[in-house]
């Protein structure tokens, strides 16, 4: 079972250049989500989606625009890379977070902002 | 403001020894309630979940956690760990206020254990 999948697991990038991030899922999650792991901060929200063609602001959006055009896909990218976004990237996907279900994390992406 | 604290960011035990990792969350109403586990290199895991019913919840792994409504906690706890246990947890809820689709993580506590 693939479950998430997220592409590229590594990359580096100068400032300002741009960039998009892929994530898939093939589990027909309604919910999707990204996060960012900064250490000591544990994972923050930066967009999330609740179905396709959806998309709302998560904790810390700004810097980061977000597409959900498939169901499968969500897409996270960065217009104009800055050196504060060098993190590691997870994407998830749940059914439904209300009924108690739990979140299928991808591999991460860790990205360098030079 | 609102939020999910893990009191503790770093833990070194041995092994045997027993383990209780504390979270406490300031959010009122109905929760959910996890705690997830990142091995090193690998992506979070669930360990265990509490929706309703029975406070003390356990998990894969031996693992178990009580939920206490009164203390906001949501204490993970381990009788005899291993060296296998080394990792990062984390203590999530889902609070029901916000609609149930945000999921706040705390800041994660890093267990070494020494073999």
């Known amino acids: 079972n693939a479950g998430v999948t997220q592409t590229p697991k590594f990359r580096v990038l100068k400032t300002g250049q741009s960039m998009t991030l892929l994530c898939a899922q093939d589990?027909?999650?309604?919910?999707m989500y990204w996060y960012r792991q900064d250490p000591g901060m544990g994972l923050r929200l930066i967009h999330y989606?609740?179905?396709?063609?959806?998309?709302a602001k998560g904790e810390v959006p700004d810097g980061y625009n977000v597409s959900r055009l498939k169901k499968q896909n969500f897409l996270l990218g960065l217009e104009s890379a800055a050196p504060s976004q060098t993190s590691v990237y997870f994407c998830a996907s749940s059914y439904s977070p209300v009924h108690n279900q739990p979140q299928h994390f991808g591999d991460g992406t860790r990205l360098s902002i030079l | 403001a609102q939020s999910v604290s893990q009191h503790n960011h770093h833990v070194i035990l041995s092994e045997a020894a027993s383990l209780e990792l504390g979270c406490n969350y300031s959010y009122g109403g109905t929760v959910n309630l996890f705690w997830y586990v990142q091995y090193p290199g690998q992506h979070l895991q669930l360990l265990l979940k509490y929706f309703s019913g029975d406070p003390l919840v356990k998990g894969i792994k031996g693992f178990e956690a009580e939920f206490i409504k009164s203390k906001f906690s949501f204490n993970l706890r381990k009788p005899s760990v291993q060296w296998s246990d080394t990792a990062e947890y984390f203590c999530?809820?889902?609070?029901?206020?916000?609609?149930?689709?945000?999921?706040?993580f705390g800041a994660g506590t890093r267990l070494f254990v020494k073999a």
């Open positions: 999530a809820v889902i609070p029901f206020h916000t609609g149930g689709f945000k999921t706040i």
């Open positions: 589990m027909n999650h309604e919910y």
């Open positions: 989606s609740v179905g396709e063609g959806t998309t």
